[in-house]
């Protein structure tokens, strides 16, 4: 099992740029996907990045497509988002998921219901 929790939620300008971290607990980080999802407020949850176990695959969200960066640090059992040009619509609580790949492989996962392993989710405010 993997526990994750979320940091570098906050208030930020339209126009700025906000790093999200995920640190992850227990063992074989290197095995899971990891994603980025948000929910809006009076919105369902929807998929914002992701990125493969290894390999470095990653897949974006139309909206998220040239203004945010997903990455990972197996050493650090850690994943980021980089948020730039961020946009009063990006306002939301972000959430980090994991899915257990089994063996680590270059697939990565847009689905909600792909992800068994959830954070708490941090908030990210933008003001315009």
């Known amino acids: 099992q993997v526990q994750l929790v979320e940091s570098g939620g906050g208030l930020v300008q339209a126009g700025g740029s906000r790093r999200l971290s995920c640190a992850a607990s227990?063992?074989?980080?290197?095995?899971?996907?990891m994603g980025w999802f948000r929910q809006a407020p009076g919105k369902e949850r929807e998929f914002v990045a992701a990125i493969s176990s290894i390999g470095g695959r990653t897949d974006y969200t139309d909206s998220a497509k040239g203004r945010f960066i997903i990455s990972r640090d197996n050493a650090k059992n850690t994943v980021y988002l980089q948020m730039n040009s961020v946009k009063p619509e990006d306002t939301a609580v972000y959430y980090c998921?994991?899915?257990?790949?089994?063996?680590?492989?270059?697939?990565?996962?847009?689905?909600?219901?792909?992800?068994?392993?959830w954070g708490q989710g941090t908030q990210v405010a933008v003001s315009s």
């Open positions: 227990g063992r074989s980080f290197s095995r899971y996907a």
């Open positions: 998921a994991a899915k257990d790949t089994r063996y680590s492989n270059s697939r990565y996962y847009t689905g909600i219901d792909e992800y068994g392993y």
